[in-house]
Antibody
Framework: QVQLQESGPGLVKPSETLSLTCTVS????????WSWIRQPAGKGLEWIGR???????NYNPSLKSRVTMSVDTSKNQFSLKLSSVTAADTAVYYC??????????WGQGTLVTVSS | QSALTQPRSVSGSPGQSVTISCTGT?????????VSWYQQHPGKAPKLMIY???KRPSGVPDRFSGSKSGNTASLTISGLQAEDEADYYC??????????FGTGTKVTVL
């Protein structure tokens, strides 16, 4: 059974860079797309972007200028960096396996708060 | 890329059927047969319920069904049960972006 686990700081200061890592267990990260999705408290889901294990990426146009994703197949991990954060970036961040065009496995989510 | 439109809430009594709509455009819902639906209980991660408009993953009860007409997709829950009370989100392939989610619908079992 594939499992995903997000990790990273729960508090980030405004204007700084949010960094999260998703560790995949129970299966190989190779030959799949992997996505990041976020959800502000009480609001809906927003797709942030995705990465293939080759390193190829697609980003949400509304976030593209601030998003960078990377993958480390040796560690079965992929990562998200979101720069110049503001309070509007406060949300629960999920990682998910992206199987064109559905998300079949999700992490439990991690709350990231942007505050000084 | 705007969010797909869903009703804010729907409700029904146990055993009844409810239908949630998901309206987009010809650039997303109407243009591709790649609509998926997710169930989310409070404090939990979303769970895939329907994919490719009408396909059910293994383990999802057949009470859940999906369909599409034009730019609107629908999720129907038949024989509503207490555990079906949750938020539901649609998601569509949208070309180069490539995903857009719906605004979400709260299902209440009366």
């Amino acid at each position: 059974q594939v499992q995903l686990q997000e990790s990273g700081p729960g508090l980030v200061k405004p204007s700084e860079t949010l960094s999260l890592t998703c560790t995949v267990s129970g299966g190989s990260i190779s030959s799949y797309y992997w996505s990041w999705i976020r959800q502000p408290a009480g609001k809906g889901l927003e797709w942030i972007g995705r990465i293939y294990t080759s390193g190829s990426t697609n980003y949400n146009p509304s976030l593209k200028s601030r998003v960078t994703m990377s993958v480390d197949t040796s560690k079965n991990q992929f990562s998200l960096k979101l720069s110049s954060v503001t309070a509007a970036d406060t949300a629960v961040y999920y990682c998910a396996r992206d199987r064109r065009w559905l998300f079949d496995y999700w992490g439990q989510g991690t709350l990231v708060t942007v505050s000084s | 890329q705007s969010a797909l439109t869903q009703p804010r809430s729907v409700s029904g009594s146990p055993g009844q059927s409810v239908t949630i709509s998901c309206t987009g455009t010809s650039s997303d819902v109407g243009g591709y047969n790649y609509v998926s639906w997710y169930q989310q209980h409070p404090g939990k991660a979303p769970k895939l319920m329907i994919y490719d408009v009408s396909k059910r993953p293994s383990g999802v009860p057949d009470r859940f069904s999906g369909s599409k007409s034009g730019n609107t997709a629908s999720l129907t829950i038949s024989g509503l049960q207490a555990e079906d009370e949750a938020d539901y989100y649609c998601c569509s392939y949208a070309g180069s972006s490539p995903y857009v989610f719906g605004t979400g619908t709260k299902v209440t079992v009366l």
